[in-house]
């Protein structure tokens, strides 16, 4: 079975103060890991997925295979990062996207 | 040029009715999915596509039954509406058949309401 838990529901970051969204998977196969966002009145959309090694509007998210965790990191927040971050985990070859519970960033200003 | 869409937005019912939620993608996607997400946000698979032939049907109640009439087009329609269905319904799709690895394009959302 996989399964994805984001453990917090909500966070409130100063803004300028760094960000970071947990994540952590359980999947017996290769993971795919991904970050996708939903900003107000928009709608989800992706943000980064490890497979990439991107860094996306100065945030980035490092897959540790040991600790079974993808969690999103940005050193310095922004008011428009206030939004609703959803970590989903797949696998090559594996039809299905699991989606966390999602966490509300609130940036303050 | 909207890459998915779904109608409608906003759908009010009473309870025991059977309505339609219509999507469709101009991706040129060969899956499509159908996600619920309920009123704490948790978001949920219900069924994909892959060029109209099912692949995850997720425990769904049978009153709910995806339609597919060509690749572009994945229709959820939902006899005897319940109050537990009440939550927002999301469409998406994603180019190949195995979203495991693959970007998944939401469309807005349509909000079900059930009185």
């Known amino acids: 079975a996989q399964r994805v838990t984001q453990p917090e529901k909500l966070l409130s970051v100063f803004k300028g103060a760094p960000v970071e969204l947990k994540c952590n998977y359980s999947y017996s196969g290769s993971p795919e890991l991904f970050w996708y966002v939903q900003y107000s009145r928009q709608r989800l959309q992706l943000l980064l997925r490890h497979i990439s090694r991107e860094s996306i509007k100065g945030f980035t998210a490092d897959l540790n295979k040991g600790e079974t965790s993808f969690h999103l990191k940005k050193p310095f927040a922004q008011e428009e990062d206030s939004a609703m971050y959803y970590c989903a985990l797949g696998g090559f070859g594996n039809e299905k996207l699991t989606f966390g519970t999602g966490t509300r960033l609130t940036i303050i200003p | 040029d909207t890459a998915v869409s779904q109608t409608p937005k906003y759908l009010v019912t009473q309870m025991g009715n059977d309505k339609s939620i219509k999507c469709e993608q101009n991706?040129?996607?060969?899956?499509m999915y159908w996600y619920k997400q309920d009123s704490k946000k948790f978001l949920k698979i219900m069924f994909s596509?892959?060029?109209?032939?099912?692949?995850i049907n997720e425990t769904v109640p049978n009153r709910f039954s995806p339609k597919s009439p060509d690749k572009a087009h994945l229709n959820l329609h939902i006899n005897s509406l319940e109050l537990g269905d009440s939550a927002v319904y999301f469409c998406?799709?994603?180019?190949?058949?195995?979203?495991?690895?693959?970007?998944?394009?939401f469309g807005p959302g349509t909000r079900l309401t059930v009185l």
């Open positions: 998406a799709s994603s180019q190949r058949g195995l979203a495991g690895d693959d970007e998944q394009f």
């Open positions: 991706l040129g996607h060969d899956t």
């Open positions: 596509y892959n060029n109209k032939e099912l692949i």
